[in-house]
């Protein structure tokens, strides 16, 4: 059981690059959710599923796209990436009507 | 609109010490109420977390207080030790008995260095 795995750990892109953040969890949780550390300002909701084939936008979900295809899967795209969105990104998942939500070891990101 | 309001953002206590972190929140739907630990390099972890029906919950060293008139809760940390320095961030989600607990709403953490 490995829990919340997301890949790659560390990434560094150029401006203007796109890329794929990989989340899978083996736990059958239904719920799956992004979000973005930044110093100072706590974990932000970017995107959240609440079941394959379901998706909707976070906090700041702008230059991101997500979908859910499996139980299992919930990647991340960035479609152009910018100075802005470097940060250290976390997938989190939980059970539909429990409480606890485990997070990966998230994934830090640089554009430059 | 920063619906949860955290503070201090950093605090230095000495082993066996207490530490006390505070928490505030506008919206009175949040029903749910975790902190969460994070060490470098980790993604967070629930530590403990409370409902707004009781006043007090402890685990082990770990006690979350509550005052749902003040909305305001907090994370006390008896005999603190240096392991338990880390980030540690309080959070709130609503819906709870109505299935919407997929968001939760972070505050912006304080980070906690406990010296030996």
């Known amino acids: 059981n490995a829990g919340v795995t997301q890949t790659p750990k560390f990434q560094v892109l150029k401006t203007g690059q796109s890329m794929t953040l990989q989340c899978a969890q083996d736990?059958?949780?239904?719920?799956m959710s992004w979000y973005r550390q930044d110093p100072g300002m706590g974990l932000r909701l970017i995107h959240y599923?609440?079941?394959?084939?379901?998706?909707d936008q976070g906090e700041v979900p702008n230059g991101y796209n997500v979908s859910r295809s499996t139980t299992e899967d919930f990647p991340l795209r960035l479609l152009s990436a910018a100075p802005s969105q470097t940060s250290v990104y976390f997938c989190?998942?939980?059970?539909?009507?429990?409480?606890?939500?485990?997070f990966g070891q998230g994934t830090r990101l640089t554009v430059v | 609109q920063q619906q949860v309001k955290q503070s201090p953002q950093s605090l230095i206590v000495q082993k066996g010490g207490i530490s006390i972190i505070n928490c505030a929140y506008e919206?009175?739907?949040?029903?749910?109420f975790p902190w969460y630990q994070q060490f470098p390099g980790k993604g967070p972890a629930l530590l403990i977390a409370?409902?707004?029906?009781?006043s007090e919950k402890k685990e082990g060293r770990f006690t979350i207080s509550f005052n749902k008139s003040a909305k305001q809760f907090s994370l006390h940390i008896m005999d603190s030790q240096p392991g338990d320095s880390a980030t540690y961030f309080c959070?709130?989600?609503?819906?709870?008995?109505?299935?919407?607990?997929?968001?939760?709403?972070f505050g912006k953490g304080t980070l906690l260095t406990v010296n030996p």
């Open positions: 959070a709130a989600s609503m819906g709870l008995s109505g299935g919407s607990n997929y968001k939760l709403t």
């Open positions: 919206n009175t739907a949040f029903d749910y």
């Open positions: 599923s609440v079941g394959a084939g379901i998706t």
């Open positions: 989190a998942s939980r059970f539909r009507g429990k409480t606890e939500a485990f």
């Open positions: 409370i409902r707004p029906d009781v």
């Open positions: 736990m059958n949780h239904e719920y």
